[in-house]
């Protein structure tokens, strides 16, 4: 039950509200500026790396080695055989989506043992970084100062077809180009796209998800979270389509493995895609998230999962339907309990208004600076306060009405029915039901319609009581007339009639549409028309007044950050996220969260066994294997002084996308698998807390230890470059290293030498 998983993280989450001893160091920090912002404060932390090592268009370095899984996540590349390392959650929708009830790959795990055993994944994608380029420039050519928000978004985005079109043109390569500092910068970023990605391999969910959803956002972690794939190309090496004649790519760099593991105080680097922060919102926007949006999607979510809870224990085959969609739905629905918590213990809120104030006395101590600056803070006001009752709205409308499946997919079908009423060609129609059709048994192969109605009964019940009648959509009108408000009454009608509860359903609606006789199917349809009233709601009283807000807000913040840049001239800033390739460093450090208690800032195999030993908790089970090898001790070489390494903490500033993030010493090895933040670090996303943050990466040797000793995946490892020593694999760091240990007494290196074998 979620009622028990509250208490367990909630009563962790006790011990997690301390302060840390050190620094850590904050940004995303672009990789072709590190030279100017960033190399000599890495270098005087440890790295042993120059910011050429790191990103090179001349070279192969770092970057090559670095891939955006799907979109959604980071992975890196393990060996040169295209093996690709990241992080089990992010890898579960293909696990689930291979797995069955009679092959449960979610349960037991998938290990492919050669090459013909490993599984396509239509639709997945790895994209690799061919080069970064400042495009300001550009963009921005021939946007009159004065320009209105639309008209300068409309000649932006022009120019970005056209800057994008002439970098690519005559090669395999796509360009995306995106605004940094809210439009003041634009970047562009050369990309090359891999098709066929397949699954190799990934552990049972009981050592990749061991925890579950008490642990998640926690620390002390214990998560062997981790899935491997591989990247096929073509003949020539370049992306093409799935074939079984591909061949495995080979990587411009792929990443050493460290077998030496971390220390307190040594350098790490995180390489990833980070989706997104806001680091520079104003206290109004804070203060908006914490008392009014947060409270009303954790109180939503945590309903949902709830019904979904009971549903899954209840059958097999539904546990494996929902299992993905359960993940998503807790993960952000924990993380936003964090946050709140952490911009309260940050006392966040009053930060930014002392910022602010700051600000407002250097706008006005200067006359050029008080016309640009000087009324920005009052209109930020103004802009928050005209979307009371709008951000809510918008919130259960998103969260709420469209947290039920049935909502949203059939609100997916609108523009079918605008195309009927309209009376559009029956081409354009075909073609718009043919898009439809390819999505039908996706959907329908994960959803349960009973769950779906519990679902529908208490989400929609909650939207129709916390929002004001008078911004209720048509259809909840109808419900009060028609069924007092009672919604198990109205979804009885909805789930009795509605074409939408089946696939079959669906089909015919589409057959009939397509044969020219299903002119007013959909219109008639009981679901569709709830899910059409709330949509024409949104889009015509919650979303225009919602785009106008955001949009002057863009114009506020983007003068904003402008001159909080003029104001503090000393201080380096860096963009908020936006899935673009970003490198984050600090320390691998413990922490102190209450006075007198102390956090290592590492975990172990034991810790797992300590977690079992409770009993009761039914994320802390695990296979009867990996005991059996743990009360052998038989780690191989993957332990330590007869301890079995699992996780590790550092000081470097992540947020969602950096999941499987490659997590990076001073020589440029691999250390482990960026996957979560601890939960009181979480508000990371809008304001940073020294004291708090950290990030969580499972140990590399702990993957190597589940894949070889566990698995009997042995022929992976093989494939890998594990080192012991300082090597980086990268042909210009290492002939700089042996250059500089020619120069080193013969004494010397011997000593070395002795030392690498000590720790090994």
Known sequence: MISKRIIAFVFA?????????????????????????????????????????????????LKDAIVSF????????????????????????????????????????????????????????????????????????????????????????????????????????????????????????????FRDVRLVGAPPSSIGKFGGDTDNWMWPRHTGDFSLFRVYAGPDNKPADYSPDNQPYKPKHHLPISMRGVNEGDFTLVFGFPGRTNEYLTSHAVKE??????????????????????????????????AAKYASIANYWKKWIGENRGIRKADAIAKKQELEKQFVQWANADASHQQTYGSLMSQFEESYKSLDGITISRDYILEAAQGVELVKYATGFSQLQDMLDAKAAQAEVNAQVQR????????????????????FVALMSMYYNAIDPKMHPEAFKMVQQQYKGDFEKYADHIYSKSLFTSEAGVRKALEDIKAGKGQNVLKNDAGFQLAKSIDSYYRASILPTYTQVEDKLNLLYRTYVAGLREMQQDRKFYPDANSTLRVAYGIVEPYEPLDGVKYKYFTTLEGIMEKVAMGGV??????????????????????????????????????????????????????GANFDRNWEGTMSDIVYNPNQVRNIAVDIRYVLFIIDKFAGAGHLVNEMTLVTDDTSGLPQVDARRANSIEAVPAKSKKKKSRKAEAVN
Request: charged content about 20%; glycine content about 8%; some cysteine.
């Open 13 to 61: 989450a006790c011990l997690c509200l301390g302060f840390a001893s050190a620094r850590p160091d904050e940004g995303m920090w672009l990789p072709m500026l590190l030279k100017q912002l960033n190399e000599s404060d890495m270098q005087k932390k440890g790295m042993k790396l120059t910011a050429e090592d790191i990103y090179s268009i001349n070279q192969s370095s």
């Open 436 to 455: 439809l059709e390819r999505g039908v048994a996706g959907f329908y192969k994960n959803y349960y319609a009973p769950a779906d109605k519990k679902v």
């Open 289 to 322: 998230i914490y008392e009014v949006s947060n409270p009303a999607k954790i109180k939503i979510r945590e309903t949902k999962l709830n019904i979904l809870d009971k549903e899954m224990k209840a059958a097999d085959a539904v546990r494996i339907q929902y």
């Open 70 to 193: 799907g979109g959604f996540c980071t992975g890196e590349m393990i060996s040169p055989e295209g093996l690709l390392l990241t992080n089990h959650h992010c890898g579960y929708g293909q696990v689930q989506a291979h797995s069955t009830v009679e092959n449960d790959y979610l349960t037991n795990g998938f290990w492919a043992m050669n090459r013909e055993q490993e599984l396509a994944n239509p639709g997945l994608t790895a994209t690799f970084i061919v080069r970064m380029e400042d495009v300001t420039q550009q963009i921005l050519q021939g946007i009159p100062a004065n320009a209105q928000e639309a008209e300068r978004e409309a000649m932006i985005k022009r120019n970005i077809t056209k800057v994008s079109r002439e970098a690519t043109a005559g090669t395999h390569y796509q360009a995306v180009i995106k605004p940094f500092f809210y439009g003041n910068e634009y970047y562009m970023y050369i990309t090359e796209t």
């Open 618 to 671: 039914e994320d802390y089970v695990i296979p009867d294997k990996l005991k059996q090898l743990y009360e052998q001790k038989d780690y191989g070489q993957y332990g330590v002084n007869g301890e079995m390494p699992v996780a590790f903490i550092a000081s470097n500033h992540t947020t969602g996308g950096n999941s499987g993030s490659p997590v990076i010493n001073a020589n440029g090895q691999l250390l």
